[in-house]
């Protein structure tokens, strides 16, 4: 069993390097191998997630070579992906499971997508519905919409589909079912959710209405299919949901100063950087070049004293995957923090509500969760405790954050998971507990 140990550590004087966004490098793979021609990616995550997306487009017929460290060069299927022979295993990745549920739906193949233990308890009926109504067919074997999840493919009908929650795994499933459908698909997004998937098909030829968003938030995304993608090359910046760790030690931690260079700057992703400055955060962010399809630059925080704030509405999309540690910042603040219509985050990799909520309290914060959130008083002393992860990354590299600022030892346990994601969190936290 892998752990983290962590104790309280001194200012972070130091420049870390984030490895390759997660939802863009999944997108990245499939998007190349729908493609007709070749592809270069590089700045790819190899984390396990983006890896399971690797092989699950390696058995639908795409040719992907690895040539470097994340860099793979991959021959397209221009959009006929093959029968695979056996089941298609996605991992701990509900990214690759919603997203190829999309893609394969209509294809004139059928396949099994199974899942480890977490990602069978989530739910895929709100990919199924939609998809289903296209002319989908699924059978969905753990019952209730759970995995393993057949898909016998086939000839798809466009949809016009208003998403009950902002998700962009549901979002993309349908525009990715709609690149084959002939005629107009459109999906109605309830607030903004992050917009890889409309940015990243636009740089690979597919034209795409991206409507205006209404004075409620609300947009309309419309592709006219058939269309097929081209190969191009694509550079994976950084990730913001990795750099989120780092940015909430900088940000609480008096007189540390953190740089990291090469950061996603996507404005349906730099959420959290308007919440800790919300909270008092001394954080600069440069784009190298703003109008890249999808922006990074470097992002520098300074340490200082934290406030409490309120993260609620329409904010929630853009920090969902940030909440755990945006959380823990919570805890460290003098004041309130309340975190409300966030009731996703029991639906993710864990239960993420309960597990932060569970964390903080024994780290002794005091902590009142909510159906939809929780409520935070922080600025109690926060003290080491052994802790659990419930085999989710971002709950493991929360906490370990969290032990940073906490009196005696803190042991997070299991933390293989971490993998996902961030293969190389345990190096960079050790060298932030060791500097
Ligand atoms: C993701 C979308 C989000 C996010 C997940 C990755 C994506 O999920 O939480 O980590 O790459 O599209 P939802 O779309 O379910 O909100």
């Known amino acids: 069993m892998q752990t983290f140990t962590v104790h309280h550590c001194g200012p972070i004087r130091s420049t870390i390097t984030i490895p390759g966004d997660k939802s863009m490098s999944h997108r990245s793979a499939m ?18 997630d983006c890896l399971s997306t690797v092989s699950a487009m390696r058995s639908l017929g795409s040719h992907i070579e690895r040539t470097g460290t994340g860099t793979f060069v991959i021959e397209g299927t221009g959009g006929h992906l093959s029968q695979p022979t056996g089941d298609v295993d996605c991992g701990n990745s509900g990214t690759t499971m919603r997203l190829l ?10 396949a099994r997508m199974t899942g480890d233990a977490s990602l069978s308890k989530r739910p895929m009926g709100r990919v199924i519905k939609p998809l289903t109504e296209m002319g989908g067919r699924f059978t969905a074997e ?33 525009l990715l079912a709609g690149l084959s459908a002939e005629g107009e698909t459109s999906v109605v997004e309830p607030a903004a959710c992050r917009d890889h998937t409309e940015r990243m098909l636009q740089e690979f030829g597919v034209i795409l209405d991206l409507g205006t968003p209404d004075a409620n938030g609300r947009r309309r995304i419309t592709l006219k299919g058939p269309q097929t993608l081209k190969g191009r090359d694509f550079v994976v910046p950084g990730d913001i949901s990795s750099a989120a760790f780092w940015l909430v030690a900088g940000a609480a931690k008096e007189g540390s100063e953190i740089t990291m260079h090469g ?15 919300r909270m008092g955060a001394d954080i600069t ?33 853009n920090v969902i995957d940030e909440l755990p540690v945006l959380a823990v910042a919570g805890a460290l603040a003098s004041g309130t923090t309340i975190i409300r219509d966030a009731k996703e985050l029991r639906v993710k990799e864990t239960d993420r509500i309960a597990a932060v909520a569970g964390n903080l309290r024994a780290m002794g914060a005091k902590v009142t969760e909510t159906e939809d959130g929780m409520v935070i008083e922080g600025g109690y002393p926060l003290r ?30 299991k933390v293989e998971c971490v993998a996902t994601s961030y293969p190389t969190f345990g190096a960079t936290l050790e060298s932030v507990l060791t500097a």
């Open 101 to 110: 549920s999309g893609m394969i739906a209509s294809q004139p193949i059928h």
């Open 263 to 277: 950061v996603g700057l996507n404005p349906t992703r730099d959420g959290i950087i308007s919440v800790l400055r």
């Open 31 to 48: 998007f190349a191998s729908l493609a007709k021609g070749k592809s270069t990616i590089t700045g790819f995550l190899e984390a396990e």
């Open 384 to 413: 080491g405790a052994r802790l659990q992860c419930f085999h989710d990354h971002r709950i493991a590299m929360a906490f370990a954050i969290a032990g940073l600022f906490a009196e005696g030892e803190t042991v997070i346990e």
């Open 142 to 174: 753990g019952g209730d919409g759970k995995p393993p999840l057949v898909v016998e493919g086939g000839k798809l009908t466009p949809l016009y589909y208003e998403m009950p929650v902002a998700s962009a795994q549901v979002k993309s499933a349908i």
């Open 285 to 317: 962010a440069t784009p190298s070049d703003p109008n890249a399809a999808e922006p990074s630059g470097t992002v520098v925080v300074k340490g200082g004293r934290l406030t409490g704030t309120v993260i609620a509405g329409a904010e929630i999309p």
